[in-house]
C-alpha cells in the first residue's frame, strides 16, 4: 500500500501557534528530479501557519526580544516586509498580545496587502523606493519604531534584516530539519535571499555538520547578490516580477554566511517550473520558490547525477493569483502565462 501520513503517528498536541511553525515536510520533487538524475527536495515551508517560511524568523525575532526583556504583552512590534514577515509577525503578535504596525511597498501583491488588513496588521503603504532613499519602506519602519518607542508597552523594531535573531532562527531549526530529513546526505542546498536569514541559517548549519555541502545562492535577474557572490559588485541591473528576494545591499544577516556560488534566473525560467509544480505535481508555489527550484535544477546539472540537492519552497501561490496567474498581467510582462488559464 501506498505510504499516507496518517499511517504514521502524528505529533502531539502544541501549546500554541508557535509550536505549530517549522516541522515542516521535505518534498521529493519528482519532475526537477527525473530531468537531472538527481534528488531534488523542496521544504515545504507554505505549510506553516501564516503560509511562508518567513514565520520562522518572525517567531525567532519575537522570542528574542522578549527573552531580551525589550516585549511585554501590549507592547507594539514595528516592521518593514514585503508582505510575509509582516503575516507571520502579525499572527504570532495576536497569538501573544502584541500590535503589529506593518509598513509595506504598495508593489507588492494585493493579496498579501488584504490578508495583512484580515488579520489585524496596522498596515501602511508607502510607494516602492530603492534603500538609499529615506522613504525606503525599511526605514519608513525604523523611524515609525522609534516614535512609537515611549507609548504604552513600549514599541520594538523587529528589523529582520540586520536582527541576527532571524538567521539564528534558521540555523536551530530550518539547518537541522533539513540535516535529518536527508539522513545527513544533502549534497547541495541553494535558496534565494531578501534578508538573507534563510539562506546563512541552513548554510551555517549544514556546513558545521558537514562542510563539504554545497551553498549556492539563487538570485532573481537584476539583483545585485549574484555580482556580490560571483566578484564582489552588487550592482543592480534590473528588476523581477518576483516578490521578497533580491537585493542591492548585503544585510547583517547574510553577511560572513558560508556560500560557495551563485545562479541567476530569469522570470520566465522560475515560472516555467511554477507552472509544471502544480500542473504535475501538485504543488502550489509562489515566484521565489520558483526561482529556487529552477537554481536547484541547475546545481543538479553541474553536480551532476546521483546527488541530493534540498531548496526551499517559500511560499504559496494563491498569495500571487493576481499576478502568476493573470495572464493580463503576465502579458504586460512579457512572460508566459499558465497554459492551461485562458487569457
Ligand atoms: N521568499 C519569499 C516569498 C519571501 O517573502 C522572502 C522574505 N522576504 C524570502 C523568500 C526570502 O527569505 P529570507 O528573508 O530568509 O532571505
Redesign the pocket.
Given at each position: 500500500m501506498e505510504s499516507h501520513p496518517h499511517a504514521t503517528v502524528p505529533p502531539p498536541a502544541t501549546a500554541d501557534l508557535a509550536e505549530a511553525i517549522g516541522n515542516t515536510p521535505l518534498i521529493h520533487l519528482r519532475r526537477a528530479s527525473e530531468a537531472t538524475g538527481c534528488n531534488i527536495l523542496g521544504k515545504a515551508e507554505f505549510m506553516n501557519p501564516g503560509g511562508?517560511?518567513?514565520d520562522r524568523?518572525a517567531l525567532a525575532i519575537i522570542q528574542d526580544a522578549e527573552q531580551n526583556g525589550l516585549l511585554a504583552p501590549g507592547g507594539t512590534i514595528v516592521e518593514g516586509?514585503?508582505?510575509?514577515?509582516g503575516i507571520g509577525l502579525t499572527l504570532v503578535g495576536n497569538s501573544r498580545g502584541y500590535r503589529c504596525v506593518i509598513v509595506m511597498p504598495e508593489t507588492q501583491s494585493q493579496e498579501k496587502i488584504d490578508f495583512l488588513r484580515m488579520i489585524g496588521a496596522d498596515l501602511r503603504l508607502v510607494p516602492a523606493k530603492p534603500f538609499r532613499d529615506p522613504g525606503n519602506y525599511v526605514h519608513v519602519s525604523r523611524r515609525l519604531a522609534a516614535e512609537m518607542r515611549g507609548e504604552k508597552g513600549g514599541a520594538i523594531w523587529a528589523n529582520?534584516f540586520d536582527n541576527l535573531a532571524?538567521r539564528e532562527g534558521?540555523r536551530a531549526t530550518t539547518g537541522p530539519e533539513i540535516w535529518h530529513q536527508t539522513a545527513g546526505a544533502v549534497d547541495a542546498f541553494t535558496c534565494?535571499?531578501?534578508?538573507?536569514?534563510?539562506?546563512a541559517g541552513v548554510a551555517l548549519a549544514l556546513k558545521g555538520r558537514n562542510p563539504a555541502v554545497k551553498i549556492v545562492l539563487a538570485d532573481p535577474e537584476g539583483s545585485g547578490l549574484y555580482g556580490w557572490v560571483k566578484s564582489n559588485d552588487l550592482t543592480v541591473t534590473g528588476s523581477s516580477i518576483t516578490?521578497?528576494?533580491g537585493q542591492s545591499r548585503v544585510p547583517a544577516n547574510l553577511e560572513g554566511a558560508p556560500i560557495d556560488d551563485a545562479v541567476r534566473i530569469p522570470d520566465a525560467e522560475a515560472l516555467e517550473y511554477i507552472y509544471d509544480l502544480l500542473i504535475h505535481e501538485g504543488l502550489s508555489v509562489?515566484?521565489?520558490s520558483g526561482i529556487n527550484v529552477a537554481a536547484a535544477v541547475r546545481v543538479a546539472k553541474t553536480l551532476g547525477p546521483g546527488h541530493t540537492i534540498v531548496t526551499v519552497l517559500?511560499?504559496g501561490g494563491s498569495r500571487y493569483q493576481s499576478k502568476l496567474f493573470n495572464p493580463e498581467f503576465l502579458r504586460s510582462k512579457n512572460l508566459p502565462s499558465p497554459p492551461w488559464i485562458n487569457a
Open positions: 511562508s517560511v518567513k524568523a516586509t514585503a508582505g510575509n514577515t529582520q532571524n534558521h534565494s535571499c531578501g534578508t538573507g536569514g534563510t539562506l516578490e521578497g528576494i509562489g515566484g521565489s517559500c511560499d
